[in-house]
């Protein structure tokens, strides 16, 4: 690689030791996968796990005397207040999510924890180069902002937060960002879950590349969310096209190489809906918000409610942001009274969930369903409607 005179400088220390081992992993990276310079990022997003690798790093980083230089946000963990007072962890668990959250903010990192940041202020732009981690938000600033990133590792995006650069290979090319390949929705797409459906079943299909999607959608911002979820739980695609609705859609054919064209059938995408409801027996509990809930699909549950209460525990995952919002309005108080949690910075695929091993549990998303089920919980996939109506009770 060839570096420049302030780069050459931080790799010698220039900056502190924590800059320039930041820069001695970036460059090694770099090397790898044969990028020829660095370039500049402006926004960072790091897949945090508060598990002991994870504090490992980030507190020898910090101990180096690391501090980021550009904005950057942390994936969640969970909400330790609110599972250590309801029993869901040990002390152990507590504090060691405690002490790789404080690690984080002492670097300076915005401590809004959520796996949406660009729903809470991390907004990459069209061209724009980043250095985000956590697939589904690598999905989504490329394929829905048209932002630029490569699929970074929680550490790499760390060192891009220290020092504000990246390695330009990869994603960050634009012949890197054509279409691979044509993938006709026959059912199309009209809802969030029906976007959901779709990547699950297209990336068993495809599993990786560039894909153009062509069908009737009705994309919303969350729709396009769950499909890059589900194309990067299933397969790994950190880019895709979506055919009107995606900034770079228009251009994506130009110049490209496609090496297939696919057709998933409505009797494919059915197929999906009903393995994810085989078996069906009734639900202990549900859990919304994998990826993290936006305050409109909030709302929507809240209408869903229509003054009922839950006869289960309904749990939504959403950022601590969104918590605050919602409490500040008739909104948060109507959800509790409803029997509804609003839990801002946590994750599905935490230890604070055991306890609900051996219930049945009901999800909106096949992402929370693929990486619960490796914690021993079980989980059926269905629309958030079906699972909001099948907790409920009779109107008040």
């Known amino acids: 690689m060839r570096l420049t005179e302030r780069e050459e400088a931080v790799l010698g220390g220039a900056e502190g030791a924590g800059a320039a ?17 660095m370039v500049p990022v402006s926004r960072a997003h790091v897949s945090a796990s508060a598990q002991e690798a994870d504090l ?11 501090r980021t230089r550009i904005c950057a946000t942390v994936n969640p963990s969970y909400d330790v207040g609110y599972f250590r007072g309801s029993g869901f962890i040990t002390e152990g668990e507590a504090e060691l999510a405690e002490k790789c959250a404080s690690a984080y903010e002492k670097m300076g990192f915005i401590m809004n924890l959520t796996c949406t940041p660009y729903f809470d202020g991390n907004l990459p732009g069209l061209g724009e180069a980043a250095a985000f981690s956590e697939s589904s938000a690598t999905a989504f600033v490329n394929s829905v902002l048209g932002a630029r990133s ?46 959901s459906v779709l990547g699950w079943a297209a ?51 130009d110049g490209a190489k496609i090496t297939d064209e696919i057709t998933i059938t409505r009797e494919e995408t059915e197929a999906v ?7 069906y027996t009734g639900a202990d509990g549900v859990l919304l918000g994998c990826p993290h809930y936006s305050l409109e699909q909030i709302y929507r549950v809240h209408r ?36 509804v949690s609003v839990v801002g910075d946590t994750c599905v695929d935490q230890p604070c969930w055991h306890k609900l091993r051996g ?10 369903f693929y990486y619960t089920s490796r914690r021993s919980l079980r989980f059926w996939v269905m629309p958030a409607e079906r699972c909001i109506d099948a907790a409920l009770g009779p109107r008040r």
């Open 56 to 66: 490992w790093f980030a507190e020898k980083m910090l101990g180096e005397g690391a």
């Open 150 to 195: 490569n699929p970074e590792s929680a550490q790499s995006a760390l060192c891009s937060a220290i020092v504000g650069l990246t390695p330009r290979y990869g994603l960050l090319l634009d012949e890197n960002r054509k279409a691979t390949m044509i993938v006709n929705a026959e059912a199309g797409a009209a809802d969030e879950f029906d976007f």
């Open 203 to 253: 990336a068993k299909r495809i599993g990786r590349g560039v894909p153009l999607f062509r069908g009737n959608f009705r994309a919303t911002p969350e729709g396009l969310m769950n499909l890059g979820a589900e194309l990067n739980t299933a397969g790994r695609v950190p880019l895709f096209h979506v055919e009107g609705a995606t900034p770079e859609a228009a251009a994506a054919l």
């Open 21 to 37: 081992l930041a820069m001695e992993i970036l460059a090694g990276i770099g090397e790898v996968m044969e990028a020829d310079v």
């Open 304 to 339: 869903r409610l229509a003054g009922r209460s839950a006869n289960i525990p309904v749990w939504i995952l959403t950022s601590s942001s969104v918590v605050s919002m919602i409490n500040k309005l008739p909104l948060g108080r109507e959800l509790a009274e409803a029997g």
């Open 273 to 279: 809906k009903e393995s994810f409801a085989e078996a």
């Open 359 to 368: 219930m049945r549990l009901l999800t909106d998303s096949p992402k929370c």
